[in-house]
């Protein structure tokens, strides 16, 4: 992936990595941010709890505590790694799942191909938020990974069609004809010829991915039908709006999540965006 | 896992699976447009046999048996006693909900059932009322809000396009361009969530709460009508900034390639008026192209939006699967689920039939 190319020449590239670089960031380091301003023993998940609740914003609680007396920025930062932790991981599931089905579908063609592709068909036509939110609803006692496997197996199918498109195109160049023709095996060419031309479209179909997912997981936890014991940004606008904060008046409880998730989207439709105008010219802004 | 495939990939994706249908149907004997329309119906029924078959089984195989949560729910009104009362009421109940049997007999009775009698059975959220009635009392509304987004998102995008791809070389045609490029990509969810914000909570221009105001008797009155546009403001705007951009990015990609062509060159030499170009080809040629893709948005109508049903408390499809689902009421997730299963099908047969018609391209190739 010429990541350094296309840092330098899209500047939507650049923003979109910089806000999630941060986030990641912050999801890193969050324990050692939580104890800078809250004190050295400090308890998270609990976030230093003062037992105050509802408090409003000040020094040592820079965005409040919540109904239970919670820091409000400590919540933020306990679940943001959780929330992009599911996220990504999802989307490596789907991505590579969905590429292995479409390129055996696009390689070999004939009868797997067509079985294949009514299946993708089916599952992109299905509208698969709601099998997700059942799924996810039952199996109350999920973990991260498995809850990001659940996740993945409605949304392999957009990259599994994106790849079969690509595979079926490349398949007919003539420096496959080529490589056929000096009697390399199947599996040379697929490494040498066929998969470095994927990698743009592997990139570009992560980075879509990583919203589908982040959006799926946001959509579970924010209407309540997430696993127990996992707290996410979902999660915390789930709480701000079952407290009522917004006829409350503290609205910072509501809006800090909000934020947060807002800026992860943008930042990933950043580098989306960017990746996409560097790999097809056509659709840059000014034309 | 695209929550509405854009516009863009939606054209490819029908260009693709007509021209493969077509091609097959060539290769029979029959009329190849009467062969095109049998496969594709044919393809239709066994899309639904599948989506009913995925959705029951999906269903069934998820642990936890809502009897044991209604029985449960009874010990706690203190209902009931005894060892035989229970176990005849737990069989009245699984007979109720088409619970006894096999899995296979389940099956079977399910299909009978659905597909000749269109009884999903009693809903459990609201028992004993049955659950294609909680469905039709929902359908309505979300039909409205969705319905309204999805129109209007591509009335403003396709002539915000035309426009946009008009003027391609100025300046805000980039800026505005490149916002859209973004907002495309983000989630109508979170435009939700800051229009809640800004414009229910800070500003109080508009409800963030249910349909219409809980005084007024639903009808064909004029305050009725209004308050139900007033409530439904908000959610509608949130979708149509979203979809609007989505559309205004391919109708302008659209555009400048017309531009560029030939034929248009020719025509302004010759001394066609600017105006005349504009509506009479440009505008032609690119409503067409995007029919096909708004046929595929209206399809996507009742899966969506759940999300955005939930946060304004709007008593659509969606907050109705919510709520089943928190209740581990089977019958009214599986006629939910069914349901959109079945219109996003249907939706995308008649575009399938339909697309031929009207675009002569498509047919040509």
């Known amino acids: ?287 | 896992m695209s929550m509405g495939a854009s516009s863009r990939e939606a054209q490819v994706i029908e260009q693709d699976q007509f021209d493969e249908q077509m091609d097959a149907a060539r290769k029979t004997r029959l009329n190849p447009t009467l062969a095109y329309i049998l496969r594709r119906l044919g393809l239709f029924l066994v899309l639904i046999w599948g989506a009913l078959t995925l959705t029951f089984v999906f269903i069934r195989l998820i642990p936890g048996n809502p009897i044991d949560a209604l029985v449960t729910q009874m010990e706690i009104q203190g209902q009931y006693g005894g060892v035989d009362t229970s176990t005849q009421i737990v069989e009245f109940y699984e007979e109720e909900f088409g619970l006894n049997g096999s899995i296979p007999e389940q099956y079977v009775s399910y299909l009978n059932r659905v597909i000749i009698h269109q009884d999903f059975g009693p809903s459990l959220v609201s028992y004993p009322v049955p659950a294609t009635e909680l469905i039709a009392r929902a359908l309505p509304w979300t039909i409205f809000l969705v319905g309204m987004s999805v129109i209007m998102g591509w009335l403003f995008g396709v002539v915000a396009g035309c426009a946009v791809g008009w003027a391609r070389k100025s300046r805000w045609s980039g800026w505005v361009t490149n916002f859209c490029l973004v907002t495309a990509n983000i989630p109508d969810y979170f435009f939700a969530l800051w229009f809640v914000f800004i414009f229910a909570y800070a500003l109080d221009w508009f409800p963030a709460n249910g349909a219409y105001d809980a005084s007024l008797r639903p009808g064909f009155t004029w305050p009725f009508i209004s308050s139900m546009f007033y409530y439904a403001a908000l959610p509608i705007a949130s979708s149509v900034l979203v979809r609007a951009t989505d559309w205004l990015i391919s109708t302008r990609s659209l555009v400048v390639n017309i531009l560029g062509e030939d034929y248009l060159t020719y025509a302004q030499a010759r001394g066609l008026k600017n105006k005349n170009i504009l509506t009479r080809i440009v505008m032609r040629n690119t409503w067409l192209p995007q029919i096909a893709g708004l046929g595929i948005s209206l399809g996507g109508i009742v899966g969506g939006n759940i999300l955005i049903e939930n946060l304004f408390r709007y008593p659509g499809i969606g907050t109705l699967m919510v709520e089943a689902t928190a209740l581990k009421d089977v019958n009214t997730m599986m006629a939910c689920l069914s349901m959109m299963i079945i219109l996003v099908l249907s939706a995308n047969l008649i575009i399938d039939l339909l697309l031929p018609i009207i675009d002569p391209r498509v047919r040509r190739s």
């Open chain 1, 1 to 287: 992936m010429p990541f350094r190319t296309i840092w330098k020449s899209s500047p939507k590239f650049r923003i979109g990595v910089i806000i999630f670089m941060t986030l990641v960031i912050a999801a890193v380091f969050h324990q050692l941010i939580i104890t800078w301003y809250l004190g050295p023993d400090v308890n998270v998940p609990e976030a230093g709890s003062s037992g105050a609740i509802f408090q409003d914003p000040s020094w040592k609680h820079p965005l409040g505590t919540d109904r239970f007396g919670r820091d409000w920025l400590g919540m933020i930062l306990v679940s943001l790694p959780v929330s992009l932790t599911v996220s990504v991981l999802a989307a490596i599931i789907s991505v590579t799942l969905g590429s292995t089905v479409g390129f055996v579908a696009g390689f070999k063609g004939g009868k797997i191909d067509t079985v294949l592709r009514m299946l993708t068909d089916i599952l992109i036509v299905v509208p698969t938020f709601p099998l997700i939110m059942v799924l996810a609803a039952y199996a109350r006692a999920l973990s991260t990974v498995e809850l990001a496997l659940a996740i993945s197996i409605f949304a392999w199918a957009t990259s599994a069609r994106v790849i079969r498109t690509q595979v079926l195109s490349l398949r007919e160049r003539p420096y496959i004809e080529l490589s056929r023709m000096t009697n390399m095996s199947d599996r040379e060419i697929i490494i040498q010829d066929i998969l470095p031309n994927m990698i743009p479209y592997l990139g570009i179909n992560l980075a879509q991915a990583t919203i589908s997912s982040a959006f799926a997981l946001v959509g579970l936890t924010v209407l309540g039908l997430a696993p127990r014991g996992l707290t996410d940004l979902g999660a915390l606008v789930n709480l701000s709006l079952s407290w009522a904060v917004l006829s409350l008046g503290n609205w910072w409880i509501f809006a800090a999540p909000v934020a947060v998730l807002t800026a992860l989207f943008f930042g990933l439709a950043m580098v989306n965006m960017g990746m996409e105008e560097f790999y097809n010219p056509r659709l840059r802004g000014t034309s």
